[in-house]
């Protein structure tokens, strides 16, 4: 039973982060905040964190037995995996995103700016951008499954994977709104989610 509450109140939390960035959503917000519309994305990376810390430690109080058990030469698999993750995810966010915009910082930092926004249609496409469209999301996959070791890990890992590929599918979509043909051509050019496969999905 308490399997079936972590893997609904991960659900729950999912649908609402997804919900809480969604077109429609931010649209909305958009048209009542207007120009503070440049707080939203912080108070989005700030709720998202807040909700999430009770969610981890009520996940974290959940007795589960280890299922599995790491020994050699799947300890260093694991451990190799682990660091090629985290080396992603610090070269994706750092190096080929823009980590300002991403936490809200860089549209405090431009509010009250008066001057004209001209939207660029240019893609980035350096580092590992040019290698898969969504790196972050799948370090984070790695990052997840490589710490699977009780059936809470494998409860919350499922949630997330799934979460984080519809979520994918869904940001695409705001992705080819937002650029149109540039990006459709980004998309037949480069791989979404697992590099070295073929582009378009």
Same mark, same amino acid.
């Not at 240019?122 to 590992?128: F, N, T, V």
């Not at 972050?136 to 799934?162: A, E, P, R, S």
């Given at each position: 039973?308490?399997?079936?509450?972590?893997?609904?109140?991960?659900?729950?939390?999912?649908?609402?982060?997804?919900?809480?960035?969604?077109?429609?959503?931010?649209?909305?917000?958009?048209?009542?905040?207007?120009?503070?519309?440049?707080?939203?994305?912080?108070?989005?990376?700030?709720?998202?964190?807040?909700?999430?810390?009770?969610?981890?430690?009520?996940?974290?109080?959940?007795?589960?037995?280890?299922?599995?058990?790491?020994?050699?030469?799947?300890?260093?698999?694991?451990?190799?995996?682990?660091?090629?993750?985290?080396?992603?995810?610090?070269?994706? $966010?750092?190096?080929?995103?823009?980590?300002?915009? $991403?936490?809200?910082? &860089?549209?405090?930092?431009? $509010?009250?700016?008066?001057?004209?926004?001209?939207?660029?249609?240019?893609?980035?496409?350096?580092?590992?951008?040019?290698?898969? &469209?969504?790196?972050?999301?799948?370090?984070?996959?790695?990052?997840?499954?490589?710490?699977?070791?009780?059936?809470?890990?494998?409860?919350?890992?499922?949630?997330?994977?799934?979460?984080?590929?519809?979520?994918?599918?869904?940001?695409?979509?705001?992705?080819?709104?937002?650029?149109?043909?540039?990006?459709?051509?980004?998309?037949?050019?480069?791989?979404?989610?697992?590099? $070295?496969?073929?582009?378009?999905?």
């Amino acid at each position: 039973m308490n399997y079936l509450l972590i893997a609904l109140l991960w659900t729950a939390y999912c649908v609402l982060h997804s919900f809480l960035i969604s077109i429609r959503f931010t649209s909305l917000m958009m048209r009542i905040l207007k120009e503070y519309y440049a707080f939203y994305r912080l108070f989005y990376v700030v709720i998202s964190l807040v909700l999430l810390i009770p969610l981890i430690n009520y996940s974290v109080q959940t007795e589960s037995e280890p299922i599995l058990t790491y020994s050699l030469p799947f300890t260093i698999i694991r451990y190799a995996l682990t660091s090629v993750s985290i080396l992603i995810f610090i070269r994706a $966010f750092f190096f080929d995103y823009d980590f300002l915009t $991403f936490f809200g910082i &860089r549209q405090l930092l431009e $509010f009250g700016r008066k001057k004209s926004q001209v939207h660029s249609n240019e893609i980035r496409k350096k580092g590992l951008l040019g290698i898969i &469209r969504h790196p972050l999301y799948f370090g984070l996959i790695i990052y997840l499954w490589c710490q699977t070791i009780t059936l809470t890990d494998i409860v919350i890992n499922t949630v997330l994977t799934v979460y984080i590929i519809i979520g994918t599918y869904l940001e695409e979509k705001k992705l080819v709104l937002e650029f149109g043909e540039p990006y459709i051509k980004y998309q037949h050019e480069v791989p979404m989610l697992i590099p $070295f496969t073929k582009a378009k999905g």
